[in-house]
C-alpha cells in the first residue's frame, strides 16, 4: 500500500491533497443538515400542534430553511469541483503509470522478452495495474471520508441509544467478509488465467491487425482462428461464471442480514416516539442518520475491500518495476575510442534463455576498417545473433567481443549503441514522416540536412523520398490519415537510410538489400566500398 501512496504523491501531491480536503467537507456538509431538518420538523410540527399562524411557523422556521438550502447548494458546488479534481488528476495518474511502464520496458534486456513469464508479469502490469493506482487513490479517500462522516453519525446515535450503533456495526460484518472473499477470488481468477488472456489476445490481433490480414485472407484462416478465440473465452467465462454465482449469493445474504437491521431499529425507534419520549424531528433525524450510518459503512466495506483488491493487484506493476536488466553500463566504464579499427568477436559461446544447445559454440571473426567483411551461413547458423551481441543487446556465455581490442562491456552502454548500429532483417517501420524516419538514426542531435542527404544518395532512398507527394515531410503508411504506403524494397531502403544517417562507425548489415531490385542492390554494393574507408562494416548474408 505505501507503494501505491507513494505513486500517488510522485505524481500530483498538490492534487491529491485538494482530493482530501475537498472530501472533508463534502463528507461533513450533509451531516449538518441531518440537525437543521430535525429543528425544521420539530417547528412545523410544533406549530401545527399550537395552531400557530403560518406567518409565525415561517418566521421561526426560515433561517433553518436557508441554512439547509445554502448547505445544500455548498455540497453541489464542491461536488464538482471534486468531481473535477478528480477527473484531472486520475488522467495524470493513468499516464504517469503507463509511462512507468513504457520506461521500464525500455530499460529491461532483450533476453526477457524470450521469458513467456515476463509478457505474463508484463501483461498483467498492462491490463491491470495501469488504471489500479487510480483505483486506490479512491479507496483511500473514500476511506477518509466513510470513516468521517460515520464518526458523525455514530455520536449521533450513541446518544440516543448504544444498542443502535452496535446493530448497525454487527449488521455490515457478512458484506464486509463478502467483499474480501471477492476481492481475492478476481485477483486468483486474473492471475490464473493470464497465459488465456493473453492467447485469446494474440488470436484476436491476427484477425483485426493489418499486419497478419494478407495470410488469414490467403488461407482462409479466419474462421479457424476465430473458434480459438471463442473456444478460450467460453472458458473463461464459464470460470467467471462460477465465481459470480459465489459472489451473488454471499451478497444476497448480507444484504438480508442489513435489512432485519433495518427493521429492528425502525421498531426500536417508533417505540419512544409513541411514548412520547421522542420527538418527531428527532426520530427523522435518528433514522436518517442510522440509514446514512449503514450506507457510510457499506461506503467503508468497499474502500477497505478495493484496497485489499487494489493491494493485490498493484503488486503485479510493482512486481514489473522492480526487474533489473542484467546488460548495464560497468561503474569504472572506459571511454569509447575516437576511431574504430577493429571490431572481433573472440571465441563466443551463447544460448538464448531457455535453450539447452548452445547457439555459437566457440565462434571467432574479426572486421577491419577498410574492407567489406561478409558473415555468411546458412539459416540458423547465428550470423543475425552475432549483431545483437555486437550491441549488448545478449551478452554471450564465454568469449567477448571487442572494439580495438577492449571487451565492449567495459564500455558505457550508450556510447556503444551510439557508435555501433544494425540494420537487421526485422526492421521497423516506422509511422512517423520520412524526415522522422530516418532522424531516428539520430535522436539525440539536431538535424543535420548534409548528412540526411549522403543518407538519402548511399542508401538509394532519394528515389523514395522524390517519389512521395510532400517528400521528406510525407506521413509514412496507412495507419493514420494522410499516409503513403511504401513497397517492401522502399520501407528497406528507408530503414538503410536510417542507419546511415546514425554516423556510427561501425555498420552492421543484415541482409539488407533482400527486398531490393537489381540496380538498388548495385548502387548498395557500391556504397559500401565508399562506407568501408571510415567504417567497420559487417554485411550478413545467406548462402
Known amino acids: 500500500m505505501k507503494k501505491a501512496i507513494k505513486i500517488i504523491w510522485s505524481c500530483d501531491p498538490r492534487g491529491f491533497l485538494t482530493k482530501l480536503l475537498l472530501t472533508v467537507f463534502v463528507s461533513l456538509l450533509p451531516l449538518a443538515n441531518l440537525y437543521v431538518l430535525k429543528v425544521i420538523v420539530d417547528t412545523v410540527s410544533s406549530g401545527i400542534t399550537q395552531s400557530t399562524s403560518f406567518s409565525s411557523v415561517l418566521h421561526e422556521v426560515l433561517p433553518a430553511v436557508l441554512f439547509f438550502c445554502g448547505v445544500t447548494l455548498l455540497g453541489r458546488v464542491l461536488g ?58 479512491e479507496n483511500l479517500v473514500a476511506l477518509f471520508g466513510s470513516l468521517l462522516s460515520l464518526a458523525a453519525v455514530a455520536s449521533m446515535l450513541f446518544f440516543a441509544s448504544w444498542k443502535v450503533v452496535l ?52 488461407y482462409n484462416l479466419s474462421q479457424y482462428i476465430r473458434d480459438r478465440y471463442l473456444n478460450i473465452r467460453a472458458s473463461l467465462l464459464a470460470k467467471l461464471k462460477s465465481i459470480a454465482h459465489r459472489l451473488a449469493l454471499l451478497d444476497s445474504l448480507s444484504a438480508l442480514i442489513e435489512a432485519v437491521a433495518l427493521a429492528v431499529v425502525l421498531l426500536a425507534l417508533i417505540a419512544p416516539v409513541a411514548a412520547g419520549a421522542l420527538t418527531i424531528g428527532s426520530f427523522v433525524m435518528l433514522f436518517e442518520a442510522f440509514r446514512r450510518g449503514m450506507g457510510y459503512l457499506n461506503s467503508l466495506v468497499a474502500a477497505v475491500g478495493g484496497l485489499y483488491e487494489n493491494r493485490l493487484f498493484i503488486n503485479n506493476l510493482t512486481e514489473f518495476l522492480e526487474m533489473e536488466p542484467a546488460i548495464v553500463s560497468p561503474d ?21 534463455p531457455g535453450m539447452k544447445a548452445p547457439f555459437l559454440n566457440n565462434f571467432s571473426f574479426v572486421a577491419r576498417r577498410g574492407e567489406v567483411a561478409y558473415l555468411e551461413g546458412e539459416n540458423g547458423f547465428g550470423k543475425s545473433t552475432l549483431l545483437k551481441l555486437a550491441l549488448r543487446l545478449y551478452d554471450p556465455q564465454d568469449g567477448a567481443v571487442l572494439i580495438n581490442g577492449v571487451d565492449i562491456r567495459r564500455y558505457n552502454l550508450d ?42 544518395l548511399l542508401s538509394g532512398a532519394d528515389k523514395v523520398v522524390d517519389s512521395l507527394s510532400q517528400g521528406l515531410d510525407t506521413q509514412l503508411g496507412r495507419q493514420f490519415s494522410g499516409g503513403e504506403e511504401l513497397s517492401m524494397g522502399q520501407w528497406q531502403r528507408l530503414a538503410l537510410a536510417r542507419q546511415l544517417y546514425s554516423g556510427s562507425p561501425v555498420l552492421l548489415f543484415d541482409e539488407p538489400t533482400a527486398w531490393m531490385d537489381i540496380s538498388a542492390r548495385q548502387r548498395f554494393e557500391d556504397s559500401l566500398h565508399h562506407l568501408c574507408r571510415d567504417h567497420v562494416v559487417i554485411v550478413v548474408r545467406h548462402v
Open 415 to 456: 556510447d556503444l549503441r551510439r557508435n555501433v548500429s544494425a540494420l537487421f532483417q526485422d526492421y521497423v517501420n516506422f509511422y512517423f514522416t520520412a524526415r522522422e524516419d530516418i532522424d531516428f538514426g539520430d535522436i539525440h542531435s539536431a538535424s543535420d540536412a548534409n548528412r540526411l542527404a549522403d543518407a538519402l
Open 167 to 218: 446493530v448497525m456495526l454487527v449488521a455490515v460484518v457478512p458484506s464486509f467478509c463478502a467483499r474480501l472473499y471477492k476481492s481475492k477470488s478476481i485477483y486468483d481468477f486474473r492471475r490464473q488465467t493470464t497465459q488465456l488472456q493473453r492467447r485469446a489476445s494474440y488470436y484476436g490481433a491476427l484477425l483485426t491487425s493489418r499486419l497478419y490480414a494478407k495470410e488469414i485472407r490467403t
Open 332 to 352: 569504472d566504464s572506459v571511454s569509447f575510442p575516437d576511431r574504430v579499427e577493429v571490431l572481433e568477436f573472440k571465441n563466443i559461446s551463447f544460448a538464448y
Open 80 to 137: 464538482a469541483l471534486n468531481n473535477y479534481n478528480n477527473e484531472v488528476l486520475s488522467q495524470r495518474l493513468s499516464d504517469y503509470v503507463t509511462t512507468l511502464i513504457q520506461d521500464q520496458s525500455a530499460r529491461l534486456d532483450m533476453s526477457y522478452y524470450d521469458d513467456p513469464s515476463f509478457h505474463d508479469t508484463l501483461h498483467r502490469a498492462q491490463q491491470e495495474a495501469s488504471f489500479r493506482p487510480v483505483r486506490i487513490m
